[in-house]
């Protein structure tokens, strides 16, 4: 019902910066909470952020709390990842993610609509 395509993602040095984005199609997209997700080799699929379907409340993990920020364009459909300050530990292929619930959820299965993913790599 609900199509994401990320995009945006590529080879970085520590230290810089990436905007991912995430375009959203199908069903009405101002009334789910978006949510970016990330996950590297070897690892489970780790929560990073989300927006609520009014883009006035959000929520960030600590791993990336004050380097990465979340924001929306309900008018583009779009809702997009500020990078800055990256890692090589941030690493990972990156996913947005659509959730009907109410609040801020930050568990992977309260997540029903999924993108197909965008490298990120980040060199030292």
């Known amino acids: 019902q609900v199509q994401l395509v990320e995009s945006g993602g590529g080879l970085v040095q520590a230290g810089g910066s990436l905007r991912l984005s995430c375009a959203a199609s199908?069903?009405?997209?101002?009334?789910?909470?978006m949510g970016w997700f990330r996950q590297a080799p070897g690892k489970e699929r780790g929560f990073l952020t989300a927006v609520n379907w009014s883009g006035s409340s959000t929520y960030y993990a600590d791993s990336v709390k004050g380097r990465f920020t979340i924001s929306r364009d309900n008018a583009k459909n779009t809702v997009y990842l500020q990078m800055n300050s990256l890692k090589p530990d941030d690493t990972a292929v990156y996913y947005c993610?659509?959730?009907?619930?109410?609040?801020?959820?930050?568990?992977?299965?309260?997540?029903?609509?999924w993108g197909q993913g965008t490298q990120v790599t980040v060199s030292s």
């Open positions: 199908g069903r009405t997209f101002s009334r789910y909470a």
């Open positions: 993610a659509a959730s009907q619930d109410y609040g801020l959820p930050t568990l992977p299965t309260r997540y029903v609509y």
